[in-house]
């Protein structure tokens, strides 16, 4: 099966330029863009998005929000911690993006207040292994329209005991880490773990 891909991931690609993960933004809004799945003709998901402030606590979510107009699971399970990873499609999120006319597909997520990122972590849709194409292949992150990531999303699958990426048989994380913070062993914290 092939993704007829939209015009912006056509672009994304074409005209991917050196991009610089910057240090530490602060906003209030984070968009975060699906430009297209692996190679699902229909759907693209996500299983969960976690967002951590510098002082190492989950930041404060006061709306969450999407311009897919046909959706299947509860948006709001993507900011639960608790599901990561899960194999269950009712705690994970998906849309068919071919009903959508306002491509590409984003996900809008507003803070409480203003606050400073220092990673998020993207868990992509691993239901199983045929459903995993199903995830975001390509994705971009906006905090107050300023763009603070662009790249590729590992294709992750699961078995329901062991989490592995698509193809790999050790065992690995389905996700994708973005780091904000370089000067601070923050890492240590173990709500980063």
């Not at 299947?72 to 993507?78: D, K, N, R, T």
């Not at 193809?167 to 904000?180: A, E, M, N």
Request: charged fraction near 25%; proline fraction near 4%.
């Amino acid at each position: 099966m092939t993704v007829k891909m939209t015009a912006e991931a056509n672009n994304f690609l074409q005209q991917q330029s050196p991009f610089t993960i910057p240090e530490l933004p602060s906003g209030k809004v984070l968009k975060f863009i699906l430009l297209y799945p692996w190679d699902d003709p229909f759907y693209i998901g996500i299983s969960a998005l976690e967002i951590f402030s510098q002082c190492g606590k989950r930041v404060k979510v006061a709306e969450i929000s999407t311009n897919a107009t046909e959706q299947y699971g509860s948006l709001e399970s993507l900011l639960s911690h608790e599901t990561c990873p899960s194999t269950d499609a009712k705690r994970m999120w998906m849309c068919d993006y071919r009903r959508n006319i306002d491509l590409p597909i984003w996900i809008k997520i507003t803070l409480e207040k203003d606050d400073t990122i220092a990673m998020i972590r993207v868990w992509n849709y691993c239901q199983n292994r045929v459903h995993a194409l199903r995830g975001v292949h390509q994705m971009k992150i906006e905090l107050d329209d300023s763009l603070i990531f662009e790249g590729e999303i590992t294709c992750a699958f699961s078995d329901g005991n062991e989490e592995k990426f698509l193809g790999d048989v050790s065992s690995v994380s389905l996700r994708l880490q973005v780091i904000f913070k370089t000067k601070y062993l923050f890492l240590d914290n173990p709500v980063y773990n």
